[in-house]
């Protein structure tokens, strides 16, 4: 090809160009986003529903969607994405797809990040020479959340399992107590999602009742079995955020054993404790042994704990009963406002021994006091990390 042949071409190319700049135009009317999602997992498309009025009846207009990340100022073509053809219509509504891949955006994705959307209706497509939206045209944004939730969870010994996921019964109640966190690993001001469901699977002979204690970040659940229950059953929780993000591996409660019958029978219970938050737990550990009511049958669930009955409390679930404790205390252990003849004795000596609890200071252990939610910490503290002898 011949330089001014070539050079004759490349004006014409330039000049349609230009022509194809000059004839876009954007359209008068109004064009919204409806609804649009909080949060988005990472490189997922994005699903808008969308709102045009007041436009002319007449000529073929497009609609499209325009997104960012913030805080860039303006919007890039590149990022451009045709929702809708609209020909002779004033209004119109529907759903879109904003598809990710093959956009700039898709590039510079991470966790955390806030992408900005905004419409436009033109007389050209995304692939002529749309006109850009202002710089502070934003009708939309949604944040980055590819955080899994994180789950701990764990429940009472009730009955013995040879296998570890084989959860038992105790109380006729199942009683797995499971945290979820959407907010793991996070920062103090990193957004998240929220946990929004368990994502349960259910086979058996039986149907849960919901969550209780539902909040943004943490989940339990506890619920009691139909007297019907029978055979093998399995459940499972797969947790998921606002964003849909789940866990990889779902907790399994339950995996080979059939439903016993001793599974099903009734914990010991007390004349005021019906209806309590803390109803399944009083009844659970009053069937173990390791608290007990009051000779009227009623337990008190809302009376105050003095530091003597916390050292029994805490003693008694290690194992001793009033037969194997100290007579005497031992060293280290010598209150001068615990006396052997004290029914409290014993059960001291015994806390202080294992590490469980210690004095106040000035030689006193304080045992007719009321613990303070700070002693309860340090003692729970204490528990988790002391070795405790046991009682043979």
Request: charge should be negative; glycine fraction near 10%; proline fraction near 6%.
């Amino acid at each position: 090809m011949n330089k001014k042949v070539f050079i004759v071409l490349l004006l014409v190319v330039f000049m349609l160009a230009q022509f194809s700049m000059a004839s876009a135009a954007a359209v008068s009317g109004d064009a919204s986003i409806t609804s649009i999602p909080a949060f988005l997992p990472l490189k997922q498309n994005l699903d808008v529903e969308w709102a045009v009025s007041g436009m002319p009846a007449a000529g073929t207009k497009y609609l499209l969607m325009w997104g960012r990340e913030y805080p860039s100022t303006t919007y890039d073509v590149a990022d451009c994405k045709q929702v809708e053809m609209l020909t002779g219509l004033t209004d119109a509504s529907g759903a879109f797809a904003y598809d990710f891949i093959g956009t700039n955006i898709v590039f510079s994705m991470s966790d955390g990040d806030v992408f900005e959307f905004t419409l436009t209706v033109d007389t050209d497509t995304c692939a002529g020479a749309p006109v850009l939206p202002a710089g502070n045209s934003v009708m939309g944004t949604v944040t980055i959340d590819n955080q899994t939730p994180a789950v701990w969870g764990g429940n009472p010994p009730s009955l013995s399992a040879a296998n570890v996921m084989d959860h038992t019964v105790a109380c006729n109640t199942f009683e797995y107590w499971a945290v979820a966190s959407d907010r793991y690993g996070l920062g103090a001001d990193e957004t998240y999602s929220g946990l929004v469901s368990w994502g349960e699977t259910i086979n058996g002979t039986f149907a849960p009742t919901p969550p209780i204690g539902k909040a943004q970040d943490t989940l339990s659940w506890v619920y009691t079995f139909p007297s019907t229950a029978s055979g093998q059953w399995t459940f499972y929780i797969h947790p998921k955020d606002g964003a849909n993000n789940s866990g990889l591996i779902p907790k399994i409660y339950r995996l080979t054993l059939p439903i016993e019958p001793q599974e099903l029978e009734d914990c010991a219970t007390f004349s005021d404790v019906s209806g309590h938050a803390d109803e399944v737990y009083i009844r659970y550990l009053a069937t173990l042994g390791l608290i007990n009511g009051f000779a009227d049958g009623t337990f008190g669930p809302d009376a105050t704990l003095t530091r003597a009955e916390a050292a029994t409390l805490f003693e008694i679930s290690n194992g001793y009963d009033t037969t194997s404790l100290p007579a005497s205390a031992p060293a280290g252990c010598e209150f001068t406002d615990v006396a052997a003849s004290d029914w409290f004795a014993g059960w001291v000596w015994q806390a202080c021994a294992d590490g469980f609890m210690n004095g106040v200071g000035g030689g006193l252990f304080d045992p007719n006091n009321l613990l303070t939610r700070g002693q309860v910490v340090t003692i729970m503290n204490n528990v988790a990390n002391t070795t405790p002898s046991a009682a043979t």
